[in-house]
């Protein structure tokens, strides 16, 4: 009989590498051969996976670190370095030091790859990583059942063809692929009948389902409300794509939540023409207006880069206000981080990051002061809110506008979703404040 072996998946960057971390344990579960430990047991595994991300140099450091830590308190664990370093940066990976390496493209190889690994007489490094080539096809892999969580994740699109100057990610994940419409069905009612009540739908260029195959974002949220799910919310998407058209379509769909993470990136003209984004500032506003006309109480999320090549004070200035102007709920504050290979890695005019640094901090107290505000601005209206959590007397959870919400009851509200009346804010600093609210 074959041995069964021990693994444990590392997984860094965005919830489509989650997603895929998380197909890749239940398909070497489903394979009988292989299990997984928990986090407290990781440094026991026979077999160390770390789904990597390039997006920025912070991350490949973590890719780095985690293997370092590995190879100090497990010495024997073989290591599997997959994801985004090895499909982008193939001749990098090969000298980190692991044991086999794979990209993006064709996981199911995974298990040939360790089986590979471990019947080799003599252990040599193995390179699984295969290119992206025109014409891939969107690849299947079952959706994740959580067993303890009422959020489902379902990745239905991969790939970019965008090259904004800053970023990695098209070298990474190849050209775009849709998940195609009857499976977005099938893994969507999997996951509801499994007892998820919201589903998030998440892509690489979410935006951009579709574009490959004849289909559109609406109809794929479609699908996933005719498979039953209570909730759909959707990953993040480049502003431009979200035209009129779309967003009425999405209002009409049962169970859309009316939340947004539209990437801003910048918000200064001059850094977006650079950064080779496809919009300007004040077709930005138009877009989000277009958003809050449409769906009533909507909360928009957003990306901001700061430190970007060549980003003067001024510049930065002009972000800055323009946040303020749009109103988001959230900022995702990045320092702008180099990457090989990209246009803006041409440019000598890169900032120091001690000016990064300072300046990401600004953009953090910017985007605190925002929540504080939006999250006041709830106060008396009644709001949706699916409970996930119990802490210290209270339910906590997520509105549909991706406020988070507690109400103090004794009441069992697990994975249910209940209107609630906003009645106050415990003010703690940024997201730390957490809008309180009595059941309807």
């Not at 169970?255 to 930005?284: I, W």
């Not at 090989?340 to 000598?348: L, V």
Request: proline letters at 2%; a neutral charge.
């Amino acid at each position: 009989m074959t041995k069964q072996r021990s693994f444990y998946i590392y997984t860094l960057g965005c919830k489509v590498n989650r997603c895929e971390s998380e197909a890749v344990s239940d398909l070497l579960c489903d394979s009988g051969r292989y299990f997984a430990l928990t986090d407290d047991e990781k440094y026991r595994a026979d077999i160390s996976i770390i789904n990597s991300c390039m997006v920025t140099e912070e991350s490949e450091k973590k890719a780095r670190k985690i293997m370092r830590r590995i190879k100090r308190e497990n010495p024997d664990t073989m290591i599997l370095l997959c994801g985004c370093i090895p499909q982008a940066a193939p001749e990098k990976a090969a000298s980190m030091g692991a044991d086999v390496i794979c990209g993006n493209k064709n996981r199911r190889k995974i298990l040939s790859l360790i089986d590979e690994f471990f019947e080799a007489k003599e252990k040599t490094f193995i390179n699984g990583v295969e290119p992206h080539l025109k014409g891939d096809k969107f690849e299947l892999l079952a959706p994740k059942i959580y067993k303890k969580l009422t959020r489902a994740n379902l990745k239905i699109q991969d790939g970019c063809n965008r090259f904004c100057a800053y970023c990695i990610i098209p070298y990474a994940r190849g050209d775009l692929r849709s998940l195609p419409l009857e499976e977005v069905y099938a893994q969507a009612k999997a996951l509801v009948d499994s007892g998820h009540r919201e589903i998030v739908l998440n892509g690489i260029n979410l935006g951009l389902y579709g574009e490959d195959s004849g289909t559109t974002l609406a109809e794929a949220v479609k699908k996933v409300s005719e498979a039953g799910a209570e909730r759909i919310r959707l990953g993040s998407l480049e502003v431009d794509l979200l035209t009129e058209e779309l967003l009425r379509a999405l209002s009409e769909i049962k169970g859309f939540c009316p939340h947004f993470h539209a990437s801003l990136q910048s918000g200064s003209d001059n850094v977006l023409k650079r950064m080779n984004r496809r919009y300007t500032k004040a077709e930005y506003t138009e877009i989000i207006g277009n958003v809050r006309k449409i769906f009533r109480n909507a909360s928009i999320t957003t990306d901001i880069i700061v430190g970007f090549e060549g980003e003067t004070e001024e510049e930065f200035a002009e972000s800055v206000e323009f946040c303020r102007e749009i109103g988001f709920l959230k900022i995702h504050v990045f320092p702008y981080s180099m990457r090989e290979g990209t246009e803006a890695a041409k440019s000598k005019a890169q900032i120091p990051d001690n000016i990064k640094k300072r300046r990401a901090a600004r953009m953090a107290e910017v985007g605190a002061e925002l929540y504080e505000k939006y999250c006041a601005s709830q106060v008396g209206k009644t709001l949706r809110v699916l409970f996930e959590t119990y802490e210290n007397g209270c339910w906590l959870g997520h509105s549909e506008n991706f406020v988070y919400v507690k109400v103090r009851t004794d009441e069992d509200l697990k994975n249910t979703v209940r209107d609630v009346v906003i009645v106050d804010c415990q003010w703690g600093r940024g997201e730390d404040t957490v809008p309180e609210g009595r059941l309807v």
